[in-house]
C-alpha cells in the first residue's frame, strides 16, 4: 500500500466527549479514534496532512472492547485506539472550533 492511502485509512474519525472538550479548553488538544495498527508517527503525518496544523506530541491509548449479553448470549465489541494529539498555542482544527 501506497504512504497516501495509509495516511487516509489511519483517523477513522474524532472523539467529542465531555472530557475531550475538556482537553481541547485546557491543553489544545484533540483526541481522534484511530486503527489499530497506526503508529505515532503515521498519526501524526495524517493529522498534519489534512488539517494543515502542526503536532507537538502524539499520545495513544489501547481501549479494550467491553463484553456485552445479548439474552443468553455472550458477545463482545472490538478493541479500537484513541490517540490525543497536542497541538501549538493558536492553532485549531475546525471541527473542534468553539466558536
Known sequence: MSDALI??????????????????????QV?????????KRQIKAAVEKFFKVT????????????????????GRRKDWKKAVVRLPEGQSIELFDKG
Do not use: S
Open 55 to 74: 503536532v507537538l506530541a502524539v499520545r495513544t491509548q489501547n481501549v479494550k472492547g467491553k463484553t456485552k449479553r445479548f439474552g443468553k448470549l455472550i
Open 31 to 39: 483526541v481522534f479514534r484511530v486503527a489499530t495498527w497506526a503508529n
Open 7 to 28: 495516511l487516509y485509512k489511519v483517523l477513522e474519525g474524532p472523539m467529542v466527549t465531555e472530557k475531550t472538550t475538556q482537553c481541547l479548553e485546557k491543553g489544545n
